[in-house]
């Protein structure tokens, strides 16, 4: 999944930013695009976090929970207390970005190529 992820993103913000700049692609908008891609998978990564702590906490609606300021304090909170929650995420947070990495490699290494040949 992360790789699709970041597949789409990173495809989904290069074809946005060629749309916006008229076709032309500059190296500082392959790093924008780059930036995109890297926020965006991290955000998925949370989503993740956010929808195992729903089912931890008896299978409320991740959704609803955005918008419940008491569950960003809880997840904060563990984060930053709890060494086991973030020792079992460790391992899924590298594979993640490693499968991330794989997905938006092609499409930024091109990208990166085209701001080389103008």
């Known amino acids: 999944m992360a790789s699709i992820v970041a597949f789409i993103a990173a495809a989904g913000a290069a074809r946005l930013y060629v749309l916006g700049t008229g076709g032309i692609i500059s190296r500082r908008g392959a790093w924008v695009v780059t930036a995109v891609t890297l926020g965006t ?4 990564f949370w ?3 956010l929808v195992d702590m729903a089912k931890y906490l008896g299978g409320g609606s991740p959704l609803l929970m955005l918008a419940d300021a008491g569950t960003w304090d809880l997840l904060l909170y563990n984060l930053t ?3 086991h929650l973030v020792d ?3 391992g899924d947070f590298l594979i993640a970005l490693l499968f991330s990495a794989l997905g938006c490699f092609y499409t930024l290494r091109r ?3 085209l701001t080389r040949t103008r």
């Open 41 to 44: 998978v991290a955000l998925s």
């Open 47 to 49: 989503g993740g976090m």
């Open 81 to 83: 207390t709890n060494r």
């Open 88 to 90: 079992g995420y460790a």
């Open 111 to 113: 990208l990166f190529a």
